[in-house]
């Protein structure tokens, strides 16, 4: 793209009174936003300004086409997205109010154009290169936006993961896992990673996984179920599987599971089974 002597002008004129241009974007939101601008304090009012004296001044900046031009005005765009997406907020409410932004450049552009011999199709340049820039800051301010969003989400998710498997101590050195629902990659590695760390924390010795809530029997769930053994086993842990149904039985025969690990995983049809077995194991004296 050529560039021009009236895009050099506006380049100039934008740097040069972005200040001003500022503020008037300031009016806009108080004007619209009366609840939200009109309030604000000294130091928030003054830290809005800085901000918006900046962007302002990357518009200007890129008025004349550069080739980091557009990356520019996505960082700049996404960066505001990271800052206002830990805010409570409507992603549509913060678009408009970029278009307050944009809609006092025009107005400080088409006020420069007066007494000047730019034609309209010069003007018109100016305002849809305006316009192109904005388009990226707010692709940018989404983009940022949306991953916060899917953070929350992630987040959220995680917690109701750690939430659904929980250790349940029932005596000394005892705890209950019960696996309940289907078991995705996700939630596996939720699983065998809060069952390690909670084992640890609460000094267990045994723990009883029990699985009669398991409905869905695939190799891949065989495949986290023996991690997760192997990991107990490594940190010390007995472990015993109950409520194995006749398929998760013969899945597990069929895998080696129970045959590889028989020594060490102890299988009881039911958990009254393995509590009752656990309390005359624990109670029994020491020997000296």
């Known amino acids: 793209m050529t560039h021009r002597h009236h895009y050099s002008f506006f380049q100039a004129q934008l740097q040069a009174h972005s200040s001003l241009i500022a503020s008037d974007i300031l ?20 830290q809005l300004i800085s901000f918006l004296n900046k962007l302002v001044g990357m518009i200007g900046e890129n008025v004349v086409e550069k080739g980091n031009s557009i990356q520019r005005a996505t960082d700049l765009g996404e960066s505001m997205g ?7 907020g409507v992603l549509s409410d913060y678009i408009e109010k970029l278009s ?6 025009w107005t400080f552009v088409e006020n420069q154009t ?24 707010v692709h940018g301010f989404t983009m940022a936006f949306s ?4 953070r929350k989400v ?22 209950i896992l019960p696996i309940i629902g289907e078991i995705d990659e996700k939630r596996a590695n939720v699983i065998i990673e809060e069952t390690l760390r909670e084992a640890n924390e609460l000094d267990i010795d045994w723990l009883v996984i029990d699985l009669s809530g398991v409905y869905q029997v695939d190799d891949l769930f065989m495949s986290h179920l023996e991690k997760l053994l192997t990991s107990l086993e490594i940190l010390g842990l007995k ?4 409520g194995m149904r006749p398929d998760l039985s ?26 009752a077995m656990l309390y005359h194991q624990t109670s029994k004296p020491k020997q000296a």
């Not at 991953?147 to 899917?150: E, I, L, W």
């Not at 992630?154 to 705890?175: C, F, G, W």
């Open 27 to 46: 009016d806009l939101l108080e004007k619209h936003y009366p609840k939200e601008y009109s309030g604000l304090e000294a130091k928030d009012r003054e």
């Open 147 to 150: 991953k916060a969003d899917q």
């Open 154 to 175: 992630n987040d959220y998710e995680e917690k109701y993961l750690k939430l659904s498997t929980p250790i349940v101590p029932i005596m000394d050195h005892v705890a």
């Open 100 to 105: 307050l932004y944009k809609e006092a450049i």
């Open 250 to 275: 013969m899945r597990a025969v069929q895998m080696g599971l129970v045959s590889k690990t028989k020594e060490d995983v102890i299988t009881k049809a039911t958990l009254k089974q393995a509590v």
């Open 114 to 137: 007066r007494g000047r011999n730019e034609s309209f199709k010069q003007l018109m340049e100016i305002v849809n290169r305006i316009d192109t820039l904005f388009n990226y800051i």
């Open 82 to 88: 990271e800052a206002v997406s830990k805010r409570e």
């Open 239 to 242: 472990p015993i599987l109950t």
